[in-house]
């Protein structure tokens, strides 16, 4: 079945550690997205990518950091930059063009600190 | 820069009855698309609708629809003959239709938790 893929469900960073989160996709989208949600915050966009080897930061990039080498993956790490990391992540994708393009999204992975 | 606000935090309703939830947003541009997302408590978002801003007609899908006023900047999602199966976190969205930048992300109001009661 074509979808997105992320993994784990849930998730455990101990202080100063790098954790990362994989978001994978077999829909073909170019475009890929990472969000992040709090209670009472809808969801906030941490950083996207258009096409492979290209992303940029969204409106909350403090402390993450992302690739794009290949088309399906768009994994996000968690940096021990991030201060307040406990919080659930999605991932999205997209067609490229002009248009209300949809986005699709995974499950979400749950983050916290221990 | 753009803006969605949903200013019901939560709503009710009763099962077969029909329930109603707002949207407003604030853009400057004449082109756009608009959407409600489903979050239900598996928390996986799921589109309900989609409206072009450029379309008069309002947008509907089986016992979805929406009432689009484009002057009013109001994008309101009707529930019809409600389900338990509804209840979930609903978020209205906002993208500008130029792709490349900024411009093509969604932006997100901060969601209208509905309960339906049997």
């Known amino acids: 079945d074509g979808g997105i893929t992320q993994s784990p469900k849930y998730l455990f960073r101990k202080e100063g550690q790098n954790v990362t989160l994989s978001c994978e996709q077999n829909l073909n989208h170019d475009a890929m997205y990472w969000y992040r949600q709090d209670p009472g915050q809808g969801l906030r966009l941490i950083y996207y990518?258009?096409?492979?080897?290209?992303?940029q930061k969204g409106d909350i990039a403090e402390g993450y950091s992302v690739s794009r080498e290949k088309k399906e993956s768009f994994p996000l790490t968690v940096t021990s930059a991030q201060k307040n990391p406990t919080a659930f992540y999605l991932c999205?994708?997209?067609?490229?063009?002009?248009?209300?393009?949809?986005?699709?999204f995974g499950a979400g992975t749950r983050l916290s600190v221990l | 820069a753009q803006t969605v606000t949903q200013s019901q935090p939560e709503m009710s309703v009763q099962e077969a009855e029909t329930v109603t939830l707002s949207c407003t947003y604030d853009?400057?541009?004449?082109?756009?698309?608009l959407f409600w997302y489903k979050q239900p408590p598996s928390r996986q978002m799921i589109l309900v609708i989609r409206?072009?801003?450029?379309?008069?007609q309002n947008a509907t899908e089986n016992r979805f629809s929406v009432n689009f006023q484009k002057a009013a900047k109001s994008f309101s999602l009707k529930i019809s003959d409600s389900q338990l199966g509804d209840a979930a976190m609903y978020f209205c969205?906002?993208?500008?239709?130029?792709?490349?930048?900024?411009?093509?992300?969604?932006?997100f109001g901060k969601g209208t938790k509905l309960s339906v009661k049997p």
């Open positions: 969205a906002y993208r500008s239709p130029n792709y490349g930048g900024s411009q093509g992300n969604l932006i």
């Open positions: 999205a994708s997209s067609m490229e063009g002009r248009g209300g393009n949809i986005q699709y």
């Open positions: 990518s258009q096409i492979v080897n290209d992303f």
């Open positions: 853009t400057s541009e004449s082109d756009y698309y």
């Open positions: 409206q072009e801003a450029y379309k008069q």
